[in-house]
């Protein structure tokens, strides 16, 4: 005898739903979420600085000089308790002053500049050390390293930090009255002390970068960057760019940023 239900051979077929149509809206392409960490601004402001600016380290060095010799007083002076420390930092400042001054004075682009730079210093530190522990291996050499006795007091170091901090606000005062400026639809041009101005088209900006000295990238970040407006037959070059890969990441981001529009189709309805 069977046990089926006769009612469920004559049950109608499920009508399956009819799904509506969503209407087509636009939508806005973003980028991606590690581009949008920092808001762009506005305007961008790029400023082309002297060379001097490379010599900070040498403006610190003479700061904390100062105020080590300051401490140390009468101690410090020839023929006291701690002359010797006193010619161990004269003789570290001149070594570094003549590092910085290389530094501004020639380009190391490539990193096989560096090394050798970096090799050419340990070479000449280690024949100090070898002729100042074995004075019998070079006799002339060994006393000219001993009758080297740098020595200076805490105001010539006081007045080298004041001729320095003169110059750095000289630069800053200056920098106030020639910079560029990126919008994103001009460029210009701000100079002179009556706010001269001049503008340039934005749209199609082409910027170039160039890294040019490995030691001035590793003080300040800085490069040089190239400036290609529209329908314009010079290009703007800016040497000593601080923050360069910053600036350019900017620059490129608000002249880039593009609104895109995509259609989205709605799902079809199944026919009967």
Same mark, same amino acid.
């Given at each position: 005898?069977?046990?089926?239900?006769?009612?469920?051979?004559?049950?109608?077929?499920?009508?399956?739903?009819?799904?509506?149509?969503?209407?087509?809206?636009?939508?806005?392409?973003?980028?991606?979420?590690?581009?949008?960490?920092?808001?762009?601004?506005?305007?961008?402001?790029?400023?082309?600085?002297?060379?001097?600016?490379?010599?900070?380290?040498?403006?610190?060095?003479?700061?904390?000089?100062?105020?080590?010799?300051?401490?140390?007083?009468?101690?410090?002076?020839?023929?006291?308790?701690?002359?010797?420390?006193?010619? *161990?930092?004269?003789? &570290?400042?001149?070594? !570094?002053?003549? %590092?910085?001054?290389?530094?501004?004075? #020639? +380009?190391?682009?490539?990193?096989?500049?560096?090394?050798?730079?970096?090799?050419?210093?340990?070479?000449?530190?280690?024949?100090?050390?070898?002729?100042?522990?074995?004075?019998?291996?070079?006799?002339?050499?060994?006393?000219?390293?001993?009758?080297?006795?740098?020595?200076?007091?805490?105001?010539?170091?006081? *007045?080298?930090?004041? &001729?320095?901090?003169? !110059?750095?606000? %000289?630069?800053?005062?200056?920098?106030? #009255? +020639?910079?560029?400026?990126?919008?994103?639809?001009?460029?210009?041009?701000?100079?002179?002390?009556?706010?001269?101005?001049?503008?340039?088209?934005?749209?199609?900006?082409?910027?170039?970068?160039?890294?040019?000295?490995?030691?001035?990238?590793?003080?300040?970040?800085?490069?040089?960057?190239?400036?290609?407006?529209?329908?314009?037959?010079?290009?703007?070059? !800016?040497?000593? %760019?601080?923050?360069?890969?910053?600036?350019?990441?900017?620059?490129?981001?608000?002249?880039?940023?593009?609104?895109?529009?995509?259609?989205?189709?709605?799902?079809?309805?199944?026919?009967?």
């Amino acid at each position: 005898m069977s046990t089926d239900n006769p009612d469920n051979d004559s049950a109608p077929n499920p009508v399956p739903p009819v799904v509506a149509a969503t209407p087509i809206q636009p939508i806005v392409a973003t980028a991606p979420p590690d581009s949008d960490k920092e808001e762009t601004p506005s305007s961008i402001y790029l400023v082309s600085y002297p060379k001097i600016v490379f010599m900070y380290p040498t403006y610190l060095i003479s700061i904390v000089a100062w105020f080590i010799m300051l401490l140390l007083g009468d101690t410090a002076m020839p023929g006291g308790e701690r002359h010797r420390v006193a010619e *161990l930092i004269t003789l &570290f400042f001149l070594m !570094l002053t003549a %590092v910085n001054l290389v530094v501004i004075s #020639f +380009d190391f682009p490539r990193t096989t500049s560096l090394t050798l730079f970096f090799g050419f210093a340990a070479t000449g530190l280690g024949a100090v050390l070898l002729f100042t522990n074995r004075p019998d291996l070079v006799p002339f050499v060994s006393k000219f390293f001993d009758a080297l006795k740098p020595w200076a007091n805490a105001h010539f170091y006081m *007045l080298f930090a004041v &001729f320095l901090s003169l !110059l750095y606000i %000289v630069v800053w005062i200056m920098a106030r #009255f +020639d910079y560029w400026e990126v919008r994103p639809n001009e460029l210009m041009h701000h100079h002179g002390f009556l706010s001269d101005l001049e503008r340039f088209s934005a749209p199609n900006l082409r910027i170039s970068k160039e890294i040019n000295d490995v030691f001035e990238y590793m003080l300040l970040r800085s490069g040089r960057l190239i400036l290609h407006p529209t329908n314009e037959p010079r290009a703007f070059v !800016l040497d000593n %760019v601080l923050n360069i890969n910053r600036k350019e990441a900017q620059i490129t981001k608000m002249l880039g940023a593009l609104q895109v529009e995509f259609r989205t189709e709605a799902p079809q309805s199944p026919r009967a």
